[in-house]
Protein backbone atom coordinates (compact mmCIF):
# COMPACT_ATOMS: atom_id res chain seq x y z
CA UNK A 1 0.00 0.00 0.00
CA UNK A 2 0.98 3.53 -0.13
CA UNK A 3 3.29 5.40 2.58
CA UNK A 4 3.23 8.65 3.37
CA UNK A 5 6.08 10.22 5.00
CA UNK A 6 6.20 13.54 6.84
CA UNK A 7 8.79 15.76 7.47
CA UNK A 8 10.54 17.26 9.96
CA UNK A 9 8.52 15.38 12.80
CA UNK A 10 9.04 18.70 15.29
CA UNK A 11 9.65 22.11 14.52
CA UNK A 12 10.46 24.99 16.87
CA UNK A 13 9.86 28.19 15.18
CA UNK A 14 9.67 32.31 16.51
CA UNK A 15 6.56 33.81 15.76
CA UNK A 16 6.37 35.59 12.62
CA UNK A 17 8.90 33.52 11.14
CA UNK A 18 7.85 31.19 8.08
CA UNK A 19 8.03 27.35 7.32
CA UNK A 20 7.64 24.81 5.42
CA UNK A 21 6.80 20.93 5.76
CA UNK A 22 7.20 18.40 3.45
CA UNK A 23 5.02 15.40 2.67
CA UNK A 24 6.48 12.12 0.56
CA UNK A 25 4.53 9.76 -0.68
CA UNK A 26 5.25 6.22 -2.77
CA UNK A 27 2.47 6.60 -5.48
CA UNK A 28 0.33 7.91 -7.34
CA UNK A 29 -2.25 9.39 -5.69
CA UNK A 30 -5.73 11.15 -5.90
CA UNK A 31 -6.21 12.17 -2.95
CA UNK A 32 -3.70 14.61 -0.62
CA UNK A 33 -5.04 16.41 2.10
CA UNK A 34 -3.17 18.66 4.93
CA UNK A 35 -4.85 18.71 8.34
CA UNK A 36 -4.03 20.56 11.23
CA UNK A 37 -5.07 19.02 14.59
CA UNK A 38 -6.35 21.02 17.61
CA UNK A 39 -5.50 20.15 21.19
CA UNK A 40 -9.70 18.58 21.29
CA UNK A 41 -8.30 16.09 18.76
CA UNK A 42 -10.89 17.66 15.89
CA UNK A 43 -8.77 17.45 12.55
CA UNK A 44 -9.29 20.98 10.72
CA UNK A 45 -9.04 20.51 7.08
CA UNK A 46 -6.74 22.63 5.53
CA UNK A 47 -6.37 21.75 2.13
CA UNK A 48 -7.26 19.24 -0.73
CA UNK A 49 -4.66 18.96 -3.10
CA UNK A 50 -4.11 16.29 -5.02
CA UNK A 51 -2.05 18.70 -7.60
CA UNK A 52 -1.08 21.93 -7.99
CA UNK A 53 -0.89 25.18 -5.78
CA UNK A 54 -3.73 26.82 -3.46
CA UNK A 55 -3.51 29.07 -0.90
CA UNK A 56 -5.47 30.50 2.14
CA UNK A 57 -3.84 33.57 4.16
CA UNK A 58 -1.09 32.64 5.93
CA UNK A 59 -1.02 28.71 4.68
CA UNK A 60 -0.28 27.65 1.18
CA UNK A 61 0.15 24.25 -0.50
CA UNK A 62 1.69 22.76 -3.26
CA UNK A 63 1.59 19.25 -4.64
CA UNK A 64 4.05 17.91 -7.37
CA UNK A 65 2.02 14.81 -7.99
CA UNK A 66 4.83 13.75 -10.79
CA UNK A 67 7.48 14.09 -7.97
CA UNK A 68 4.97 12.78 -5.48
CA UNK A 69 5.62 15.22 -2.69
CA UNK A 70 3.73 17.91 -1.17
CA UNK A 71 4.81 21.16 0.67
CA UNK A 72 2.38 23.35 3.42
CA UNK A 73 3.78 26.59 3.82
CA UNK A 74 3.11 28.87 6.67
CA UNK A 75 4.23 32.24 6.88
CA UNK A 76 4.21 34.79 9.95
CA UNK A 77 3.85 31.97 12.01
CA UNK A 78 1.95 32.95 15.29
CA UNK A 79 1.64 30.73 18.78
CA UNK A 80 -2.24 29.36 17.62
CA UNK A 81 -0.30 27.77 14.63
CA UNK A 82 1.02 25.01 16.91
CA UNK A 83 -0.18 21.47 17.12
CA UNK A 84 0.24 18.63 14.60
CA UNK A 85 0.28 19.17 11.12
CA UNK A 86 -0.87 15.62 9.04
CA UNK A 87 -0.66 15.35 5.45
CA UNK A 88 -3.03 12.30 4.24
CA UNK A 89 -2.88 10.62 1.04
CA UNK A 90 -4.45 7.77 -1.01
CA UNK A 91 -3.84 6.34 -4.30
CA UNK A 92 -7.51 4.60 -4.52
CA UNK A 93 -10.38 4.67 -1.77
CA UNK A 94 -8.08 4.46 1.07
CA UNK A 95 -5.95 7.40 2.62
CA UNK A 96 -3.11 6.56 4.45
CA UNK A 97 -2.00 9.43 7.33
CA UNK A 98 1.68 10.56 7.69
CA UNK A 99 3.28 10.63 10.78
CA UNK A 100 1.95 14.12 11.75
CA UNK A 101 4.81 17.21 12.33
CA UNK A 102 4.49 18.58 15.80
CA UNK A 103 4.89 22.61 15.58
CA UNK A 104 5.38 24.99 18.31
CA UNK A 105 5.47 28.57 17.88
CA UNK A 106 7.35 30.71 20.42
CA UNK A 107 5.93 34.11 21.45
CA UNK B 1 -19.44 21.82 2.88
CA UNK B 2 -19.57 18.90 3.89
CA UNK B 3 -20.34 17.41 7.75
CA UNK B 4 -19.64 14.36 9.69
CA UNK B 5 -20.94 13.81 12.88
CA UNK B 6 -19.76 11.49 15.57
CA UNK B 7 -21.70 10.04 18.65
CA UNK B 8 -20.57 9.72 21.62
CA UNK B 9 -17.82 12.21 21.74
CA UNK B 10 -16.47 10.66 25.07
CA UNK B 11 -17.61 7.39 26.46
CA UNK B 12 -16.24 5.13 29.86
CA UNK B 13 -16.90 1.91 30.09
CA UNK B 14 -16.04 -1.40 32.45
CA UNK B 15 -14.15 -4.17 31.17
CA UNK B 16 -15.94 -6.88 29.41
CA UNK B 17 -19.11 -4.82 28.21
CA UNK B 18 -19.79 -3.65 24.71
CA UNK B 19 -19.45 0.18 23.24
CA UNK B 20 -21.18 1.16 20.18
CA UNK B 21 -20.06 4.52 17.65
CA UNK B 22 -22.08 6.20 15.55
CA UNK B 23 -20.69 8.07 12.41
CA UNK B 24 -23.43 10.56 10.50
CA UNK B 25 -23.35 12.16 7.10
CA UNK B 26 -25.35 14.90 7.84
CA UNK B 27 -25.34 16.61 4.11
CA UNK B 28 -24.54 14.26 1.93
CA UNK B 29 -24.56 10.80 1.07
CA UNK B 30 -21.74 8.48 1.77
CA UNK B 31 -21.38 5.57 0.11
CA UNK B 32 -18.10 4.57 1.82
CA UNK B 33 -16.67 5.86 4.93
CA UNK B 34 -13.46 5.01 6.91
CA UNK B 35 -12.63 4.22 10.90
CA UNK B 36 -9.00 5.45 12.16
CA UNK B 37 -7.98 4.77 15.47
CA UNK B 38 -5.16 7.31 17.37
CA UNK B 39 -3.17 6.44 20.25
CA UNK B 40 -1.80 9.70 22.51
CA UNK B 41 0.42 11.52 20.46
CA UNK B 42 0.72 9.02 17.31
CA UNK B 43 -0.68 9.36 13.65
CA UNK B 44 -4.27 8.32 12.88
CA UNK B 45 -3.92 4.19 11.27
CA UNK B 46 -7.34 3.09 9.14
CA UNK B 47 -8.99 0.31 10.75
CA UNK B 48 -11.30 -0.47 8.17
CA UNK B 49 -13.26 0.50 4.82
CA UNK B 50 -17.06 0.49 5.29
CA UNK B 51 -19.49 0.15 2.77
CA UNK B 52 -22.93 0.88 2.69
CA UNK B 53 -24.97 -2.38 1.83
CA UNK B 54 -21.93 -4.56 2.59
CA UNK B 55 -19.28 -6.11 4.52
CA UNK B 56 -16.45 -4.09 5.66
CA UNK B 57 -12.82 -4.22 4.49
CA UNK B 58 -10.70 -4.59 7.65
CA UNK B 59 -6.81 -3.47 7.76
CA UNK B 60 -4.44 -6.14 8.09
CA UNK B 61 -3.79 -6.48 11.91
CA UNK B 62 -7.22 -5.26 13.10
CA UNK B 63 -9.98 -8.04 14.42
CA UNK B 64 -13.19 -7.82 12.83
CA UNK B 65 -14.61 -10.01 15.53
CA UNK B 66 -13.34 -7.25 18.23
CA UNK B 67 -14.82 -4.39 16.14
CA UNK B 68 -17.66 -4.52 14.24
CA UNK B 69 -18.60 -1.94 11.37
CA UNK B 70 -22.34 -1.93 9.96
CA UNK B 71 -23.13 0.77 7.26
CA UNK B 72 -26.84 0.03 7.33
CA UNK B 73 -27.56 3.28 4.94
CA UNK B 74 -26.10 6.06 3.28
CA UNK B 75 -25.55 8.30 5.88
CA UNK B 76 -24.83 6.46 8.64
CA UNK B 77 -21.82 3.67 9.74
CA UNK B 78 -21.66 2.47 13.36
CA UNK B 79 -18.18 1.02 15.21
CA UNK B 80 -19.33 -1.51 18.11
CA UNK B 81 -15.75 -2.53 20.85
CA UNK B 82 -17.53 -5.87 21.52
CA UNK B 83 -15.94 -7.13 24.84
CA UNK B 84 -13.88 -3.99 25.50
CA UNK B 85 -10.78 -4.14 27.26
CA UNK B 86 -8.22 -1.01 28.30
CA UNK B 87 -5.90 -2.60 25.43
CA UNK B 88 -8.95 -0.80 23.19
CA UNK B 89 -8.61 2.89 24.97
CA UNK B 90 -8.28 4.96 22.21
CA UNK B 91 -9.83 8.13 20.02
CA UNK B 92 -11.48 6.80 16.94
CA UNK B 93 -11.94 8.78 14.07
CA UNK B 94 -14.64 8.67 11.15
CA UNK B 95 -14.47 10.05 7.79
CA UNK B 96 -16.54 9.72 4.31
CA UNK B 97 -16.44 10.31 0.92
CA UNK B 98 -19.23 12.69 -0.76
CA UNK B 99 -18.92 11.15 -4.68
CA UNK B 100 -21.18 13.75 -5.99
CA UNK B 101 -18.42 16.14 -7.14
CA UNK B 102 -16.43 13.27 -8.07
CA UNK B 103 -13.83 14.20 -5.50
CA UNK B 104 -11.73 12.00 -3.80
CA UNK B 105 -11.56 14.19 -0.32
CA UNK B 106 -12.37 12.75 2.81
CA UNK B 107 -14.58 14.85 5.67
CA UNK B 108 -13.73 13.82 9.51
CA UNK B 109 -16.15 13.61 12.50
CA UNK B 110 -14.94 15.25 15.91
CA UNK B 111 -14.16 11.68 17.45
CA UNK B 112 -14.68 9.71 19.92
CA UNK B 113 -12.35 9.49 23.06
CA UNK B 114 -13.18 5.70 24.50
CA UNK B 115 -11.76 5.20 28.09
CA UNK B 116 -12.42 1.20 29.27
CA UNK B 117 -11.68 0.98 33.19
Known amino acids: GIQVEQSPPDLILQEGANSTLRCNFSDSVNNLQWFHQNPWGQLINLFYIPSGTKQNGRLSATTVATERYSLLYISSSQTTDSGVYFC?????????FGAGTRLFVKA | GAVVSQHPSRVICKSGTSVKIECRSLDFQATTMFWYRQFPKKSLMLMAT?????????EQGVEKDKFLINHASLTLSTLTVTSAHPEDSSFYIC?????????????FGPGTRLTVT
Open chain 2, 50 to 58: SNEGSKATY
Open chain 1, 88 to 96: AAGGGFKTI
Open chain 2, 95 to 107: SARDPSGGSYEQY
